[in-house]
């Protein structure tokens, strides 16, 4: 290929050889990985799947800072399925929201019935035949009517 080719012929994306090479190192994976998404590095490492996404990253020649963000928000490489159940489930999405992934965590037997820890219960005060309190067409769907 001659010198003078541009971004878009360039079979390593925005990291250049120099730069591919420096990803084959584990400490230097996480420093990029912790400039791009920003967490540090102990947050990445944390998750416990630094060794397992840079697997991932080394298995794909083309590499951009948008697949490696969204690797590890989402656990999978753009276009792929999740590189594992764990790699989904320990997404940084899941940090971001503190929330947990859909069932990935078992809450507990009727943990459902009951409002979430500080929500107030639909209509206010409690009362019989609402779900959590109010009268029942407080507690409809869409605050309507019950039908």
């Known amino acids: 290929m001659s010198d003078d080719r541009t971004a878009a012929d360039d079979p390593y ?3 250049g050889p120099a730069e591919e090479d420096e990803l084959a ?3 230097e994976f996480l ?3 912790a400039e791009l998404t920003g967490f540090d590095v102990p947050e ?3 998750t416990g799947m630094a060794d ?3 697997r991932t990253t080394l298995a794909h020649r083309v590499r951009d800072e948008h697949a490696l963000v969204h690797l590890w928000y989402v656990g999978a490489w753009p276009g792929e399925a999740p590189s594992s159940a764990r790699a989904h489930d ?3 999405v899941w940090r971001t929201f503190r929330a947990s992934p859909p069932g990935a965590a078992a809450p507990g037997h009727g943990s459902w019935a009951a409002a979430p ?3 107030a219960p639909f209509g206010g005060s409690p009362s019989e035949g609402a779900p959590f ?3 029942p067409s407080e507690g409809a769907p869409f605050g309507g009517e019950q039908r």
């Open 13 to 15: 994306g925005p990291w």
């Open 25 to 27: 190192d584990l400490d």
């Open 31 to 33: 420093r990029v990985s």
């Open 44 to 46: 990445l490492r944390a």
């Open 52 to 54: 397992e996404h840079h």
């Open 90 to 92: 320990h997404g940084l």
């Open 117 to 119: 820890a500080g929500a």
């Open 133 to 135: 309190g109010g009268s």
